[in-house]
């Protein structure tokens, strides 16, 4: 048994959206039902490079299948500007429980952006309109391409609103997906006023206010992802039915970590985690629910499961290298 070596482009082409979306489905499922393994997320500040590591282990077991892997992943804000390098780099070790042979060592930039645009899918199909065709997007970034392509798999998204204080990003996404969408740049108003909004921005300061927003929209809080960022203004958090993800990342480092820090926000604001909705503990969207938000912060099983999507796609397509990185060569079956 070799160890099989899957690059960007072997990512971007193993993870169809379709399965990331349902096997991060069955993750957020197996989370509330306590099937899996998680540590906190932990961190490697690195002040003097202005960024930092963060490690993610994590396994799951959906009683369908299970799967183990740890992520390394960064965010350093100078690597565009100094290094020619993307702001976030993640490597991926997808594992076999079983033996803990390393089955595959994965880009995790591209496995990253897939879950995270799934995670979103998944949360817009629980609590977005049933009939969503418009898709708001506050940020211009390499995220925003993703939000868009997974959600338009769980929703028939026809009309798309985007807003970027970068011109040329806005540009190059709009011509990116014209014909595919009635696409165009707009204020980020006209993006909230869209069935679903997406906000995936690193700001500290609030940029989405309540009357930003329609009053049965649906906002996707992607860009918070460390203590003080901060997308949504508190009015709106606080006149809205918040979802998260999980308790102690999101209070730490997601969307609500700001009030909820400032006491504006207390654990009675917080009306669910997205695993309750998969296991039916708790309704998503009802005729009766207002303005939503997901609080999304990213978790390791969702590393895990869209690494167990690629690994599988690979194995039967024949991406990839596969090298012997263990030493054993054959003697492993």
């Known amino acids: 048994m070799n160890t099989l070596l899957l690059d960007s482009d072997d990512v971007d082409d193993c993870a169809r959206l379709a399965d990331v979306v ?7 499922g197996a989370f509330e039902r306590g099937d899996t393994q998680m540590p906190v997320k932990s961190y490697i500040e690195l002040p003097r490079y202005d960024g930092d590591f963060r490690s993610m ?6 009683g369908e299948w299970d799967a183990a892997g740890i992520k390394w992943v ?3 804000l100078n690597n565009p500007t100094e290094h020619d390098l993307p702001t976030v780099l993640g490597t991926m070790i997808y594992s076999d429980p079983e ?6 060592i994965m880009d995790g930039t591209t496995l ?3 879950r995270t645009g799934a995670a979103a899918a998944v949360a817009t199909d629980y ?24 959600i338009a798999e769980i929703r028939p998204i026809e009309e798309v609103v985007i807003t970027d204080a970068d011109d040329e990003r806005v540009e190059r996404f709009v011509d990116t997906y014209a014909e595919e969408f009635d696409v165009r740049e707009g204020s980020i108003s006209e993006a909230g006023q869209c069935d679903v909004l997406s906000t995936v921005t690193p700001v500290e300061e609030p940029i989405v206010g309540p009357d930003d927003v329609g009053e049965h929209t649906h906002v996707n809080a992607i860009g918070a992802d460390a203590a003080g960022k901060h997308e949504l203004a508190d009015a709106l958090l606080e006149s809205a039915t918040i979802v998260i993800d999980d308790y102690e990342q999101c209070t730490h480092s997601g969307e609500i970590n700001v009030p909820y820090a400032e006491g504006v926000l207390t654990d009675d604001d917080i009306d669910a985690e997205i695993g309750e909705l998969v296991v039916g503990a708790k309704s998503g969207r009802t005729p009766e ?15 895990v499961a869209a690494a167990r999507v690629v690994y599988e796609r690979a194995r039967e397509t024949d991406a990839g290298l596969e090298f012997d990185l ?8």
């Open 22 to 28: 349902d096997a991060v489905e069955e993750a957020f």
């Open 57 to 62: 282990p994590a396994y799951l077991d959906t």
């Open 74 to 76: 960064n965010v350093h």
């Open 99 to 104: 033996t803990a042979f390393p089955l595959s």
């Open 112 to 114: 990253t952006m897939k």
């Open 127 to 150: 609590l977005a309109v049933e009939g969503a065709s418009s898709l708001g997007l506050v940020g211009a970034g390499v995220q925003s391409y993703t939000q868009l392509e997974a």
């Open 289 to 303: 629910t207002g303005v939503t938000v997901f609080d999304s912060t990213g978790l390791a099983i969702q590393d």
């Open 326 to 333: 263990v030493g054993v060569g054959d003697s492993v079956s």
